[in-house]
């Protein structure tokens, strides 16, 4: 799941969406420009954020957009501490301010904090009903903690009040997946795909037609993966397994080897190109596949299956 702080932009949340500021001279400001700025890299905004605090010049919400800004800034950058300490100030200076309470919310759920979370985003629903991400966000959260009832009412409320809410529809995608709605999640990761093209909505949609046994169009999917992020591992490595389903060795092998050439630590990789090779009956190559993928996990049963077949014990 991905969760969202006032600033939507990627995976676990990226958009800094300020509520209405007052006008001043400042607006001007390229500091303040940047602080606020919707593209703004993590460093560069607590940076810029740091420089609008320190002059002194804002006030009220403008200055609590400021620190909720820079809280946002530390959390990308994962310094939580000093992000919750940012937000504190934010919502101590504007109690009101309904992004200040949802960003803290996220710094609370990484921490895995998800009753403070939840609460937090209690309290930006409160102020702010129709706040779409704050919903998405407690979505979230009550998926972690289990309740996937909870979190799919959260998610179609983020859904109803932005539809254009990319995110939401893939978490809600990946809800109906953990309730082995097949038909559901693919509407769902679709919408995704059609407003945000983007790896892992590619990667949760051919899951689902793994599982559903449309092994087409899953590879389908995992072969999107390697041509917009082709140095993702995951991509590779979901369409091997899905050729090696289809019986198609030499392909499973092929993709198998760009997996391992992007992440050379995962053991199933080299169990599968492994079995691949074993099936192809390169023995030599199989053995010592197995053999990686044990030194990785040394219970791995069916690599020590593998050897076995080969005549090795292990």
């Known amino acids: 799941m991905r969760i969202l702080p006032c600033l939507a932009a990627a995976l676990l949340g990226a958009a800094l969406i300020l509520p209405k500021l007052p006008q001043a ?11 606020v700025g919707a593209t703004t890299a993590p460093g560069d905004r607590v940076a810029s954020c740091t420089t609008v605090i320190d002059g002194k010049t804002e006030t009220g919400r403008r200055l609590a957009g400021a620190y909720c800004n820079r809280g946002h800034g530390l959390t990308e950058k ?26 803290r919310g996220r710094v609370y759920a990484f921490k895995q904090d998800l009753d403070h979370a ?13 706040f779409a991400m704050a919903y998405n966000n407690r979505g979230d959260a009550w ?33 109906y997946y953990r309730k082995h709605d097949a038909a559901h999640a693919i509407a769902d990761f679709t919408a995704e795909i059609r407003l945000e093209p983007n790896v892992l909505a590619y990667i949760n949609r051919g899951n689902v037609y793994r599982d559903a046994e449309q092994l087409d169009r899953a590879a389908a999917d995992y072969g999107e993966v390697t041509k917009i992020a082709p140095s993702d591992a995951r ?32 053991v199933n990789s080299w169990n599968n190109r492994g079995q691949a090779k074993l099936r192809l009956g390169d023995k030599k190559g199989a053995a010592a596949d ?7 996990q040394p219970d791995l049963k069916t690599a020590k299956a593998g050897l076995a077949r080969l005549g090795e014990v292990r």
Not at 25 to 35: G, L, N, R, V
Not at 160 to 172: C, D, F, H, T
Not at 245 to 255: C, E, M, P, R, V
Request: proline share 4%; aromatic share 10%; charged share 30%.
């Open 235 to 266: 991509g590779w490595r979901n369409r091997g397994l899905v050729r090696l389903f289809q019986g198609d060795n030499k392909g499973g092998l092929a993709d198998y080897d760009k997996a391992l050439q992007y992440d050379p630590a995962d």
């Open 78 to 103: 994962r310094e939580l501490d000093a992000a919750l300490a940012d937000l504190n100030e934010a919502i101590k200076l504007d109690p009101a301010f309904a992004c200040a309470y949802t960003n």
């Open 143 to 175: 998926l972690n903690k289990g309740d996937l009832d909870r979190a799919l009412a959260d998610l179609s409320l983020a859904i109803k009040y932005n539809p254009q809410l990319s995110v939401a529809y893939g978490n809600r995608g990946f809800v």
């Open 290 to 296: 197995f053999r990686k993928a044990l030194e990785l």
């Open 118 to 130: 939840i609460a937090d985003y209690d309290e930006a629903i409160r102020i702010d009903p129709a």
């Open 25 to 35: 001279a400042a607006a001007d400001d390229p500091s303040w420009q940047t602080c």
